[in-house]
């Protein structure tokens, strides 16, 4: 139930907090003084959207929060609002959320936007609406038209046969038909030409031909780098050679490094011999004795690694060319070596389809057979759901409407088979007689306002006591009714909360006095700021006296009529 409303700069509202009894709610007050206003906060609260306006003038934010309590609240829409709350982040799905004792909502809306929260989390606003319509089922002044279209009645009755797992298949067969229309519209939009059939092949036999391995262009890569590599390498090494021993090729002679150290030492051997005692030219002969080793050694090693050197001219030629071709198809269908694979597996794939058109039409077509018997089995099996709520349905509602003025009145559900769908395969009408030996016609062509709104109350009622919704809004639920059926219209609410939270919107004093509650709204104007304010008071008995007898019409006898009536309707339960 709802346990507390807090609003703030809502409309006309400047501030007030409601707290609402556990069971049927009345909100009665003069036209204009702003009843709707009290609906319009909970709808915001429940996750719909901010009307233009909303924020009261002067203000820079609106806001409204309410308490939920969830005690009694059925397991089922516990264990929904686990599953929201725990996608969300919000709460862990364990068995500790289904004893959870209270829900607190709240939206803040602004010039920018407006912002959610549920247990002082943010949330989105599809989060809060979906949370919200598991609470709540607002029946506002317009929902009455809503009961003449078809699609509302078949959803009526979907709620009360709780078709919705069966309807679930048959949106899933629905989904794979879809899936399959989309896949044979692909097959014909781009099944090839025999001219591009002819193409395709050509494609595959050029790759084919090739035959490239994966990664082949990054190997061949490392192994030309190696094998041109080589030829450099000996070069490098032979011309370090001839620097160090010469070249003596018969046509002509170099001198070599060691040539040039060798008359060097010469040269030192004729200075020591000239100097005897000078041991700095025997010191240069030692030197350059070693530096002449060193350089044969260093040769020698040059000559080690040229022998270890390999080139295979035939092999390079053969990575030449297989680095050409593989290059070409490259340019042609790559830009990479995985797009040439995926070229010719697109155009294998093509030719497939081509070569096997026929044998995959009948196949789509054997398929599409299947589902479509598949669903229209589906569709029987709500068929005979639908049609066996319907019976219940009719009866329940009956005996609603009787008590509700309609004593002769009669409703029934008019099936009509159309093409299976995903909401199956049937169109119904709500055919509807108000008196006797009138013929049933459908509901949108005789009711008149007073009727629908009778009817809408009665299937309201109904569904009430066959779903887990625990809180039910109405907004001039009796509208263009009175006496007697006004009284019934009262007592059918009243009976209503005691297994739900009711909250109404009314205009009659009939209805208005079978609440447990009674909160009275109206609307003053500030002379200094000349600014209009809307207030909502929670009546106790003599103001709810005085109210009742206002809503009579405030004659002399009025007051004393209204204590009759409620003391009347307080013998059916304690009233305040």
Do not use: W
């Not at 001839?242 to 004729?270: C, H, M, P, Q, W």
């Not at 093509?350 to 398929?367: P, S, T």
């Not at 030996?437 to 008149?448: H, M, N, T």
């Amino acid at each position: 139930m709802i346990n507390y409303l807090q609003i703030r700069n809502f409309a006309l509202i400047d501030k007030t907090d409601i707290e609402f009894d556990s069971q049927f709610n009345v909100i009665t007050g003069e036209t204009g003084a702003g009843k709707s206003i009290i609906l319009g906060s909970i709808a915001l609260i429940l996750g719909e959207r901010a009307p233009k306006n909303i924020i009261r003038n002067g203000e820079k934010r609106c806001e409204v929060v309410a308490n939920i309590h969830l005690q009694n609240i059925a397991m089922s829409c516990r264990k929904n609002i686990a599953a929201i709350l725990h996608s969300c982040g919000i709460v862990d799905f364990s068995d500790e959320f289904l004893g959870y004792d209270e829900l607190h909502l709240k939206r803040v809306v602004t010039s920018s936007g407006s912002r959610s929260f549920i247990n002082d989390c943010a949330v989105t606003l599809q989060t809060l609406k979906a949370v919200g319509d598991l609470l709540v089922d607002i029946h506002g002044a317009n929902e009455h038209q809503s009961l003449l279209q078809q699609s509302k009645q078949l959803a009526i009755l979907d709620r009360f046969a709780n078709t919705e797992e069966l309807l679930g298949e048959c949106r899933n067969i629905a989904n794979e038909l879809k899936l399959l229309d989309q896949r044979r519209n692909e097959l014909f939009k781009n099944i090839p030409s025999e001219v591009e059939a002819e193409h395709l092949s050509m494609i595959v036999e050029e790759i084919n031909s090739v035959d490239p391995q994966e990664n082949e262009d990054e190997e061949l890569n490392s192994q030309h780098k190696i094998a041109a590599n080589s030829r450099e390498l000996l070069q490098s090494t032979a011309l370090i050679s001839n620097l160090i021993e010469g070249v003596d090729s018969g046509e002509f002679e170099t001198k070599s490094v060691l040539d040039y150290f060798a008359e060097i030492y010469r040269e030192l051997t004729n200075i020591s011999s000239l100097d005897d005692n000078s041991s700095a030219s025997s010191k240069m002969l030692e030197k350059s004795s070693l530096i002449i080793e060193s350089i044969r050694e260093f040769s020698y090693d040059i000559d080690n690694y040229r022998d270890k050197i390999d080139i295979d001219e035939e092999q390079l030629n053969y990575i030449e060319e297989r680095m050409s071709k593989i290059l070409t198809l490259i340019r042609r269908y790559g830009p990479t070596l995985d797009k040439v694979f995926e070229a010719r597996d697109n155009a294998l794939k093509k030719l497939e389809d081509f070569h096997n058109f026929e044998e995959l039409k009948e196949v789509l077509k054997g398929d599409e057979s299947r589902l479509k018997l598949k669903l229209e089995n589906q569709c029987k099996k709500v068929t005979s759901l639908r049609q066996k709520a319907a019976k219940e349905f009719v009866k329940l509602i009956s005996q609603k409407l009787c008590v509700l003025g309609f004593e002769k009145g009669q409703l029934s559900v008019d099936f009509k088979n159309i093409k299976p769908s995903e909401n199956g395969a049937d169109s119904i009408n709500f055919m509807f007689s108000a008196n006797l030996g009138e013929d049933l016609k459908p509901l949108k062509e005789i009711a008149s306002s007073g009727e629908i709104s009778r009817v809408m109350l009665a299937i309201k009622t109904v569904l009430a006591e066959n779903d887990a919704v625990p809180i039910l809004i109405f907004d001039e639920v009796d509208a263009n009714i009175g006496g007697e059926t006004a009284m019934q219209v009262g007592k059918e609410l009243q009976n209503l909360a005691t297994t739900h939270q009711v909250i109404t919107i009314s205009h009659l004093a009939q209805v208005a006095s079978h609440g447990h509650r009674h909160f009275y709204v109206y609307k003053t104007v500030d002379d200094d700021s000349q600014r209009s304010f809307s207030y909502i008071n929670s009546l106790n008995k003599a103001e709810r006296h005085d109210e009742i007898a206002r809503m009579l019409g405030g004659s002399s006898g009025a007051l004393q009529h209204a204590k009759k009536m409620i003391n009347a309707v307080t013998k059916m339960g304690e009233i305040i």
